[in-house]
């Protein structure tokens, strides 16, 4: 009866154990993608924009002029969401290839 008893207390400790990874892997979940969406709405420099698109700064000032890029002043300083910028880009090629 007591070795009954123990493999009860076994079985319902590893449930328990069971429960809490489960839900501390969905926690981690989240945590991970809300600074994925984080990372993605952080405001990028004209540098960094260029950086990321790989072309150069003279090339992104000509499509700002054109309105391929969306943008945004703050004060003197101009600033891109790489999300907004990349959507745009994608929109822009998909419309340019009708």
Same mark, same amino acid.
């Given at each position: 009866?007591?070795? &009954?008893?123990?493999?009860? &207390? ?12 489960? &839900?501390?892997? !969905? ?7 809300? #600074? ?7 405001? &990028?420099?004209?540098?960094? /924009? !260029?950086?990321?698109?790989?072309? #150069?700064?003279? #090339?992104?000032?000509?499509? /700002? ?5 969306? +943008? /945004? ?5 101009? +600033? ?7 959507? #745009? /880009? !994608? ?8």
């Amino acid at each position: 009866m007591i070795q &009954l008893d123990q493999n009860i &207390l076994k079985e319902c400790i590893r449930e328990a154990i069971k429960e809490e990874f489960q &839900l501390i892997i !969905a926690d981690l979940r989240k945590t991970t993608s809300t #600074s994925e969406q984080q990372a993605s709405q952080k405001l &990028l420099t004209k540098k960094e /924009m !260029a950086d990321e698109l790989d072309i #150069s700064l003279v #090339s992104l000032t000509d499509w /700002m002029k054109q309105g391929r890029v969306p +943008y /945004m002043r703050l004060g003197k300083r101009i +600033y891109f969401k790489k999300q907004e910028v990349i959507n #745009s /880009m !994608a929109n822009f090629h998909h419309r340019k290839s009708r």
